[in-house]
């Protein structure tokens, strides 16, 4: 028989205010190890994106010549990186986050929910810091910042709670199915491909746009986008639509699931 290690008798969310600080702690800790003994430190955080946007804007910008609806294409496809780097990295890193750290879950019981949820956090740092980039590189290249810019917080907290759904989901699946740590990072590289990074969704056929939505990324891509540029194309509420409703959903039923398979966690670890 399984043992349940989770108090029964408390609220989870009175738990999660209660173990605030081990939040933090944990989400500190990967920030250091993250860039412990790096030469550059804190700096690939910035070096990344701009190695990625270099060679998106060379095989794609110059070589296949995609459009960038009038935007200067290596700033277009930075405003589309940020949000799916941020994504594919939280997915990865949530998915092997529990099985990661059996040494934590078997000694004492503390809300499971915070390890995976640190990472996220872990990856928002570097977000911001490339975000901050790319509005200095809107201002030397001359592109505009208009009244959009304003819903940027919406479309932030948008990916962090796609985040926190898909990582409470793939966290717990792994727990119970190893092969979760194989699959993820395939799925994570077919995604970038069928997300709009290095393209607008505008060039996607008319008649495939209902499919094409059903990628919760797209939506918050393009909005990303239109809180930078301003630019928009006619299916963008439908595709923001679905994302948010993702985002919600997502959130809500990996919560409910991570906190039934929770009481479990120290078994299967």
Not at 57 to 69: E, M, Q, R, V
Request: charged share 10%.
């Amino acid at each position: 028989m399984l043992t349940e290690i989770t108090p029964q008798n408390q609220s989870y969310l009175k738990m999660l205010i209660a173990y605030r600080e081990l939040f933090y702690f944990f989400a500190w800790r990967d920030i250091l190890v993250r860039y412990k003994q790096a030469l550059l430190g804190i700096s690939w955080a910035l070096i990344r994106p701009l190695l990625s946007m270099a060679v998106f804007a060379l095989i794609f910008g110059k070589i296949a010549n995609l459009p960038s609806d009038n935007i200067n294409y290596a700033v277009f496809v930075l405003a589309g990186m940020l949000p799916w780097q941020l994504f594919a990295a939280a997915a990865m890193d949530t998915c092997n986050s529990l099985v990661n750290n059996p040494h934590l879950i078997l000694k004492v019981y503390f809300p499971r929910i915070i390890i995976p949820l640190s990472q996220i956090i872990v990856h928002l740092v570097d977000f911001s810091i490339a975000a901050a980039m790319l509005i200095i590189l809107m201002f030397f290249m001359n592109v505009d910042i208009g009244w959009t810019i304003l819903t940027l917080p919406f479309f932030i907290l948008l990916i962090c709670f796609t985040c926190a759904g898909t990582g409470l989901w793939l966290s717990a699946l792994t727990v119970n199915y190893r092969d979760f740590r194989i699959i993820v990072p395939y799925f994570v590289q077919f995604g970038m491909f069928i997300s709009p990074v290095a393209y607008g969704s505008f060039i996607i056929a008319e008649k495939w746009q209902w499919l094409y939505a059903l990628n919760p990324m797209v939506g918050i891509i393009d909005g990303f986008r239109w809180a930078f540029f301003g630019t928009t194309h006619p299916y963008f509420r439908m595709t923001l639509t679905i994302s948010i409703l993702y985002a919600i959903l997502s959130t809500l039923s990996g919560l409910y699931y991570f906190r039934k398979m929770e009481r479990f966690f120290a078994d299967k670890i």
